[in-house]
């Protein structure tokens, strides 16, 4: 007898856990791996349990719980380093400063980036903005603010936010040895410039691969963790303008024109 109460209870369960699941409907793809059973203990807190009591003589309940193997939600306990980027930049390593800054920008933009391997455009706005600071601040420190993306970002609003002049003016492009003026882009790794010497372009570091297109870069130099950086140089052009034109007491130009206008030229 209780033989057959057993199998009644074990046919039940399974009818149970099949009206979960139907034949012809996939679990939730939210499950990254396979489901299993397992009892019930104190030690998990947020399974989803399922039971069934059996009444007879003496009553008594059986209970399972049905856990995912994996979770699909990103990890937070992950700690980021960035010894081994201040490492390279100290030791003007800028060739592994470069590798290791877009490796951090993988591991910070996400679970999906690291397995892809790369980053895309609509995950960068996922990125803290203290991390993309740090990373930044290194780099301006040991390029003595010649490198970084925060002096990238100058430039792009110096040249109207106009990525073939921005491309030209940190040295990613070269102009060719042609009669007619024109440029190309440089090749990587050789043609790029690893050194910090009176004539490397500035802003030519930390690299940011364009050769698919421009959004990735728009993005990363558009990220909220470096707006201060437009409102300073907005400031400072401001600066400029008012002590020009103060200067230029001769000028018939109205103050507004001669302070608003923007000195691009460079």
Same mark, same amino acid.
């Given at each position: 007898?209780? #033989? =057959?109460?057993?199998?009644?209870?074990?046919?039940?369960? $399974? &009818? *149970?856990?099949?009206?979960?699941?139907? !034949?012809? @409907?996939?679990?939730?793809?939210?499950?990254?791996?396979?489901?299993?059973?397992?009892?019930? #203990? =104190?030690?998990?807190?947020?399974?989803?349990?399922?039971? $069934? &009591? *059996?009444?007879?003589?003496?009553?008594? !309940?059986? @209970?399972?719980?049905?856990?995912?193997?994996?979770?699909?939600?990103?990890?937070?306990?992950? #700690?980021?380093?960035?010894?081994?980027?201040?490492?390279?930049?100290?030791?003007?390593?800028?060739?592994?400063?470069?590798?290791? @800054?877009?490796?951090?920008?993988?591991?910070?933009?996400?679970?999906?980036?690291?397995?892809?391997?790369?980053?895309?455009?609509?995950?960068?706005?996922?990125?803290?903005?203290?991390?993309?600071?740090?990373?930044?601040?290194?780099?301006?420190?040991?390029?003595?603010?010649?490198?970084?993306?925060?002096?990238?970002?100058?430039?792009?609003?110096?040249?109207?936010?106009?990525?073939?002049?921005?491309?030209?003016?940190?040295?990613?492009?070269?102009?060719?040895?042609?009669?007619?003026?024109?440029?190309?882009?440089?090749?990587?790794?050789?043609?790029?410039?690893?050194?910090?010497?009176?004539?490397?372009?500035?802003?030519?570091?930390?690299?940011?691969?364009?050769?698919?297109?421009?959004?990735?870069?728009?993005?990363?130099?558009?990220?909220?963790?470096?707006?201060?950086?437009?409102?300073?140089?907005?400031?400072?052009?401001?600066?400029?303008?008012?002590?020009?034109?103060?200067?230029?007491?001769?000028?018939?130009?109205?103050?507004?024109?001669?302070?608003?206008?923007?000195?691009?030229?460079?």
């Amino acid at each position: 007898m209780a #033989t =057959n109460s057993f199998q009644s209870l074990q046919h039940h369960h $399974h &009818s *149970l856990i099949k009206r979960q699941y139907p !034949s012809d @409907t996939p679990p939730a793809t939210t499950l990254s791996s396979s489901l299993f059973l397992k009892p019930t #203990t =104190n030690n998990l807190n947020t399974s989803v349990s399922l039971s $069934h &009591s *059996l009444s007879s003589s003496s009553s008594s !309940s059986i @209970t399972f719980s049905i856990s995912p193997t994996t979770s699909s939600t990103p990890s937070t306990s992950q #700690t980021i380093s960035y010894d081994l980027l201040e490492h390279h930049l100290s030791t003007s390593n800028f060739r592994e400063a470069d590798e290791e @800054t877009r490796r951090l920008l993988i591991a910070l933009a996400g679970e999906a980036a690291q397995k892809r391997g790369y980053v895309f455009f609509s995950e960068v706005q996922f990125i803290p903005e203290t991390d993309l600071k740090t990373v930044d601040g290194l780099w301006r420190k040991y390029s003595d603010n010649k490198f970084g993306y925060s002096v990238q970002k100058k430039i792009f609003h110096k040249v109207d936010k106009d990525f073939t002049k921005f491309f030209i003016k940190v040295g990613w492009m070269k102009k060719l040895d042609t009669e007619v003026v024109q440029y190309n882009y440089r090749a990587f790794p050789n043609e790029f410039i690893w050194e910090l010497k009176d004539d490397t372009p500035e802003g030519h570091l930390p690299l940011t691969n364009a050769l698919r297109g421009t959004q990735l870069l728009n993005c990363v130099l558009n990220h909220p963790a470096f707006d201060q950086v437009v409102q300073e140089e907005e400031g400072e052009e401001l600066d400029n303008g008012v002590l020009k034109g103060l200067r230029d007491g001769s000028s018939s130009k109205p103050l507004s024109n001669r302070v608003f206008k923007t000195d691009y030229s460079f």
